[in-house]
């Protein structure tokens, strides 16, 4: 079934929890390395307007459908940032704008070329990298709202896991939208499959590998899909993006959880 845009776009709200007693968390907190894997979580919504920012240059933002979901989605990002901040808030830790601008200025150069690069890429490979994009963005998705289930499970809070439940739910729609993309794209072009192969097998990270240490990112791989409930849950995303043409075998998740030595 074809992703309705229009419905997406008219039904589109930040997520909600105002109606969450966040203060219990005062009273039964959360772990050290539960907050560090939050922190991070809040890091990386909150980075969203820097992919949005790269993607504008790409043949991505030429089509209506594209502009149109990428408003939504980096809006919708934005929010849970602002949600996760809040739990993190509770528990004395503030995430906020001027936390995220020192991030992104320890990027240096690395954060002011990466605009000139996807536009470099994306006008040598022209419209299949659309392709790219959508896959991308499926593979990213997959494994953010695989992230959440695994942090809801792991914890057992039921006032986390009604909030990261609700983060959940939108992220099904962004994964819908890029699955829908990726899907008839590359089904059109032989060539956007071996390029999109080629691009996530080559390339492809956890999301936040480009603004976390890698020490955060193996904390954050390691607390939530390490053990046998955890690699289940990594082959589960594996399976997902090799369904889709020409992706058949792909294990981009497995594989960056054993270079980064999670088991």
Known sequence: MAFDIDRYSATSVGVNWSDLDLEVFRRDPLPESSLRTLRYMADVEYHTVCYTR???TTPSHREADMSAFMTMWNREEFWH??????????HDITVDYDALKANRMKLGWKDRLDPIKQSVLGGLVGQDFVAVHMSWGAANEWSAITAYQRMAELEEHPML?????????????HV?????????RLAAS???QKITRFALSRFWAPVGSSISSEDDVRHVMSHLMSGQ???????KVDDSISA???????TIVQDALER???S
């Open 190 to 192: 032989t060539k956007a």
């Open 229 to 235: 409930e955890g690699a289940r849950a990594a082959r």
């Open 81 to 90: 940032g602002e949600a996760l901040a809040a739990v993190l808030a509770v």
């Open 244 to 250: 889709m043409p020409g992706l058949g075998g792909l």
């Open 54 to 56: 790269d993607l504008l």
């Open 176 to 184: 819908a939208f890029y699955t829908s993309q990726a899907r008839e």
């Open 161 to 173: 896991a009604e909030l990261l439940r609700r983060i959940a739910k939108q992220e099904a729609r």
């Open 260 to 262: 980064l030595g999670v």
